[in-house]
C-alpha cells in the first residue's frame, strides 16, 4: 500500500474580534406598593386599661424608635423611666396599645416625632383621633352616640345612657360587669377629650377648639388612610372624626374654605378638595 501523504493544514485566519460592550446596569427593582393604612373595624378592649394618654402618647412620639422591636423597646423605655414608675408589663402593654394607635400610621407618626411644640389642645385632638381610628368601639360612641345626644332636647349623657349603648351596640358579646367598665370607661376617655364634662351624671356636652394646625393634620391623615367602615357611610368631609368635635354642615364649610393647605369647594351636593401638598409628610414640612 502506498503511503498516504500528509498536508499541513493551514488555520483559517483570525476573525476580529468585537469589543466587549458594557454592561447595561440593571433596571431598579419597582418598590414593592405599601398597603394605605386603615382605620380599625372592631371593637377592642384596650380602652379599658388605656385612655387617651395624654403625657404618655407625647413621650412615646418623643422617644419611640422603629428599628427597636417591641421587647428591646420595653426594656429602654423601662431602665430609662420614660413613663415613671410603671412596671415592664405595664410598659410593654403601653407600647402594644401605642403601635395600633400610632406605629400603624407610619407616616403619622414621622411628623407627630418631628412636631416642634405642639400645644396642649392640639395633641388631645391628635390622641382622640387616633383613639378612633384604632378603636370602631371609641369612634362609634364618640362619633355616634355623643351626637345622636346632642341633637336631643336635653343634650346630656349619663353612664346608664353608655351603658344601654353598649349593650345594644355590641348584644351578648361582654359579660354585665365588662358592659359596666366600657360604659365608665368611655364616658371617662371623652371627658378627656373635651367632649364631655367630667366626673358627675348627667354630664354635659361640649366641643373641644380645633385650630387649623389640628384640622388640617387630620384631613391629610385621612386623605392617605383606607377608611372601609367611616368611608362606607361617609366622606372625608362626612364622618365620625369630624363629627365628634362638631366640624358638619355649614360650620364645617366655613372651616375648610378659610383652612390653609386644601383649597375646598360644595357645589349641589358635590365637594371637592385641591390639596397644596402630596402628602402628610410634605404638609408638615411646609407648615409645621
Not at 498516504?4 to 447595561?24: D, E, G, I, M, S
Not at 348584644?171 to 367630667?198: H, I, M, N, Y
Amino acid at each position: 500500500m502506498s503511503p498516504v501523504a500528509l498536508t499541513k493544514r493551514t488555520p483559517p485566519p483570525a476573525q476580529p474580534v468585537a469589543p466587549a460592550q458594557p454592561v447595561a446596569p440593571a433596571l431598579p427593582a419597582t418598590p414593592a406598593l405599601v398597603p394605605a393604612p386603615t382605620e380599625a373595624t372592631e371593637a377592642t378592649t384596650r380602652i379599658l386599661r388605656v385612655g387617651l394618654a395624654l403625657e404618655e402618647s407625647r413621650t412615646y412620639w418623643q422617644h419611640f424608635d422603629p428599628a427597636l422591636p417591641l421587647a428591646t423597646l420595653a426594656q429602654r423605655a423601662f431602665e430609662q423611666r420614660w413613663f415613671g414608675n410603671k412596671s415592664l408589663h405595664r410598659i410593654t402593654f403601653l407600647l402594644r396599645t401605642f403601635s395600633e394607635r400610632f406605629a400603624a400610621f407610619p407616616s403619622a407618626l414621622a411628623v407627630l416625632r418631628g412636631w416642634p411644640h405642639m400645644d396642649a389642645g392640639t395633641r388631645l385632638l391628635v390622641c382622640h383621633w387616633h383613639v378612633q381610628l384604632s378603636d370602631a368601639l371609641y369612634r362609634r360612641f364618640t362619633g355616634e352616640l355623643l351626637c345622636e345626644r346632642r341633637a336631643a332636647r336635653a343634650p346630656k349623657v349619663d353612664r346608664d345612657a353608655a351603658l344601654r349603648w353598649v349593650r345594644a351596640t355590641y348584644p351578648d358579646r361582654w359579660s354585665d360587669a365588662t358592659c359596666v367598665q366600657f360604659a365608665s370607661k368611655l364616658l371617662t376617655a371623652s371627658s378627656e377629650a373635651g367632649l364631655v364634662s367630667a366626673k358627675r351624671d348627667p354630664r354635659t356636652l361640649h366641643f373641644p377648639k380645633v385650630p387649623d394646625v389640628a384640622l388640617a393634620y387630620l384631613l391629610y391623615l385621612l386623605r392617605e388612610t383606607r377608611l372601609p367602615v367611616s368611608g362606607a357611610h361617609g366622606t372625608l368631609v362626612d364622618n365620625p372624626y369630624l363629627a365628634s368635635v362638631g366640624l358638619t354642615d355649614a360650620l364645617l364649610d366655613q372651616r375648610l374654605r378659610a383652612l390653609p393647605g386644601i383649597t375646598f369647594r360644595r357645589m349641589a351636593g358635590l365637594t371637592e378638595i385641591d390639596w397644596a401638598h402630596a402628602d402628610l409628610r410634605s404638609w408638615a414640612e411646609a407648615s409645621l
